[in-house]
């Protein structure tokens, strides 16, 4: 008893110790644990992938088949739920069978390996798996020189002190039983641990005079170097002088840790002569991935300086989404090698149209289909916008020209990278529209469009995917709401209030706009009498209107988002199941695009829960158009004036109109291509809804040739019906009054800042 108590103790004793600094294997290990808690104590859940014999303590995926086990260093009782028992502490001999290594434990009894791991002394077995012998082909030549070729497999397999899993960091190299030679370990963030590339699948069984890991495979001793390997086989000859003419080879010679996806012969044969020397770097990684390391959508950074996916298809790598990889695990003292039959392009030595992927392929056959694959020229310079093959319906199929004009928008002048946007930038297209930049904290949107991840650069452009189509804006907020029909009061009550410039100006707003039915409980007088309080139409309208754009896709998605608006208080925006809601209230149409703006549709008036009303009238008009929220009534309060500052006002114009009895004729001079005319000049200037108060008779001028002065240009502003223009003109003979009677008239327009 005595005996058993001390070696439970000591078995306790390591494993607090060792949970004093927990590597990732451990961790993994622990969240397995909790994970599968409700299977009773000590039970650890795994995840089993499909159509392999590969289990792993790891978080769950969908695709993965749940399992659950005893943790290391537990076992089962008859009639008791879990793993409550602690395994017994058997010397390492003993502990092979208690983890289901009996092939190993058969083979250190006919290598006569046995006495040594049952005596005193302190060993770690790395003890390959009963189906880990099972691959090994041939096994007949180890089992007929048990003697010597077994008994130093085993030794390799061994090192001469306790290893536990927290003592493994990535990148070791131990020293192992069979003549020194060295064993390579690898730790990964993961939790996977491998030595010489085979995964630890079942760590840290504590035995009296050691430790035993159970792996997945044999493993065999590594006396060479990447370079050597490269060197001595013939299949790799090819790339071996790519290797070599790219300069790279003496790096695959020195110690380090690496990653190297090597093309055979096969594979060059399919690539023009000379083309792979540029690319050699591109196969080269500056780590070790061994195979069963490598989890499904990998990203790793290569020598070349661009990335690769690598991924698993049940039992065999892909890399970026390709199975491609003939034979993995190919282990050198300075890294690993895996065969592959292509060789691997990096998107920098593609051109953009090369780089469309299955997702967005309609778009790049949409563009070939429509001829506009005459500007996308290898020496042209471009970006493409390209959408996912899901947006392109019947309706937007349906139209060969509105389809033309719809790809054309996603094609940019110029190469454009993701790092390059900037929110509120203009991005010119192929056909000379403008686009807008919106850069949010989880989104970047072109218009009402927004990325995904897989944005890729190559040696001519960029490429960025779009959830949706892009169209441009071609009408102001007003023109929109206006045209549409079902806003009437809306825009009505912005005239009363003296906002309406809003709605046309130039400017970046989020709008929520109230339809005419948010306003269908309200009678004529109440409308009245809402308009007839401007301070609080204000209030209430200015509400609805926020500074810079927000579209659906740009918000975080089950956050709530707060805007402030230009009444001052802000406003609560959700987004959930790709639909928006502000203030609670639902938002049934979404992201309507004008060039100053965005417009969300709203079927309720939105007002601040914490403003109160101080009119009894007032609030009883409030109550009938608002009913989401209650509205509070404090008497005597009065709602603050807002400054308009936000609203551009032109500056007023003074329109002088001089009426002459008797004009007279100034001769000027000008510059005139070809032969000299005479012209006839009549200008009246009548503005809409006013008189003119004279009208200059037909004069006459004359003009000089003159060669070799250049006119002066002047920037001048005009008023024509009303509007005002900022046009420039050549200057021209002008008439002069030497006498008569000056009458001045001041002409005063209110109006807004033109677009540029």
């Known amino acids: 008893h005595f005996t058993q108590f001390k070696a439970t103790f000591m078995m306790v004793a390591l494993f607090f110790l060792g949970s004093v600094d927990s590597s990732a294997y451990d961790k993994i290990v622990t969240h397995s644990r909790i994970r599968a808690r409700k299977e009773g104590p000590n039970v650890c859940a795994l995840q089993q992938v499909e159509g392999t014999k590969k289990k792993y303590f790891s978080t769950f995926f969908p695709t993965l088949e749940i399992l659950y086990e005893c943790c290391p260093g537990y076992m089962k009782l008859d009639g008791m739920k879990g793993c409550p028992a602690v395994a017994p502490i058997e010397n390492v001999y003993d502990t092979l069978g208690l983890v289901k290594a009996e092939t190993t434990q058969r083979y250190s009894d006919m290598s006569k390996l046995r006495q040594e791991i049952e005596s005193t002394g302190t060993f770690t077995v790395f003890a390959p798996s009963n189906e880990a012998w099972d691959e090994l082909n041939p096994v007949t030549a180890l089992e007929d020189n048990v003697n010597i070729e077994l008994f130093n497999a085993l030794h390799y397999h061994m090192v001469n002190h306790r290893l536990m899993t927290k003592d493994m960091k990535n990148g070791m190299t131990v020293t192992s039983m069979y003549n020194d030679q060295a064993i390579f370990i690898n730790h990964y963030p993961n939790g996977v641990v491998t030595v010489n590339c085979a995964r630890i699948i079942h760590g840290n069984q504590i035995a009296t005079n050691g430790v035993v890991h159970v792996i997945d495979r044999v493993i065999r001793s590594v006396t060479g170097t990447i370079k050597d390997y490269l060197e001595s086989e013939e299949e790799l000859s090819s790339f071996n002088n790519a290797v070599f003419i790219a300069g790279v080879m003496d790096k695959l010679g020195q110690p380090g840790q690496f990653t190297l996806f090597a093309p055979t012969n096969e594979a060059f044969d399919k690539l023009t002569p000379g083309f792979m020397e540029t ?93 506009l694959t005459s500007s996308l020229s290898s020496d042209t310079q471009y970006t493409l916008l390209a959408p996912l093959n899901a947006v392109f319906t019947d309706e937007v199929m349906a139209d060969d020209e509105y389809l033309r004009i719809i790809l054309q928008n996603h094609m940019l002048k110029l190469k454009i990278s993701l790092s390059m946007l900037f929110n509120g930038q203009l991005l010119e297209t192929l056909s000379g529209q403008l686009l807008r930049v919106f850069i949010y904290r989880t989104a970047v949107c072109i218009e009402s469009a927004c990325m995904v991840r897989g944005s890729k650069e190559g040696m001519n452009g960029a490429l960025h995917v779009m959830t949706s189509l892009i169209k441009p804006a071609d009408k102001t907020a007003f023109e929109l709401l206006d045209a549409d029909g079902n806003f009437k009061i809306f825009l009505s009550l912005m005239e009363t209030a003296g906002l309406e410039d809003l709605l046309k100006q130039n400017g970046s707003y989020t709008i929520f706009a109230p339809t005419d039915e948010a306003f269908e409980a309200l009678g004529a007088d109440d409308l009245d009498l809402l308009k007839g309080d401007v301070k609080a139409l204000r209030n209430i309208l200015l509400y609805h209107f926020s500074e810079g754009i927000i579209i659906n896709g740009g918000l975080e998605a089950k956050v709530t988002n707060l805007l402030k608006t230009l009444q001052g208080k802000p406003l609560q925006l959700k987004s959930e199941n790709n639909s928006i809601r502000v203030n609670s209230v639902e938002i049934p149409k979404s992201d309507l695009m004008a060039i100053n703006g965005v417009v969300h549709v709203v079927k309720n008036v939105l007002y601040p829960a914490d403003l109160p009303v101080g009119r009894q009238d007032l609030l009883l008009v409030l109550q009938k158009l608002i009913k989401y ?8 309060f009065t709602y603050a004036e807002i400054p ?60 000089t040739r003159v060669i070799g002065r250049q006119p002066s240009m002047s920037k001048v502003t005009r008023i024509i019906g009303g509007k005002l223009k900022n046009m420039c003109i050549w200057k021209i003979p002008v008439l002069s009054f030497t006498a008569g009677v000056r009458r001045r008239a001041r002409l005063v327009k209110r109006h807004y800042k033109p677009k540029e």
């Open 629 to 636: 929220i209650e509205i509070k009534f404090v008497s005597g």
């Open 644 to 703: 308009l500052t936000f609203i551009s006002r032109l500056p007023e114009t003074e329109t002088v109109i001089i009426e002459e009895k008797q004009p007279s004729i100034k001769t000027v001079t000008t510059v005139i291509e070809g032969k000299p005319s005479i012209k006839q000049v009549t200008r009246v200037i009548k503005p809409a809804g006013s008189k003119v108060v004279a009208e200059v008779d037909q004069s006459t001028k004359t003009v």
């Open 279 to 371: 690319l050699v770097t591109y196969h080269l990684l500056n780590s070790v991935q061994c195979a069963e390391a490598i989890m499904a959508g990998s990203v790793y950074e290569t020598e070349e300086g661009s990335t690769i996916e690598i991924g698993c298809d049940g039992d065999s790598l892909t890399v970026n989404g390709i199975k491609m990889v003939l034979k993995k695990d190919i282990v050198a003292s300075n890294g690993v090698i895996h065969l592959i039959d292509q060789v691997l392009i990096p998107d920098s030595a593609k051109e953009v149209r090369e780089l469309v992927g299955k997702s967005q392929s309609t778009f790049g056959d949409l563009v070939s289909e429509m001829g």
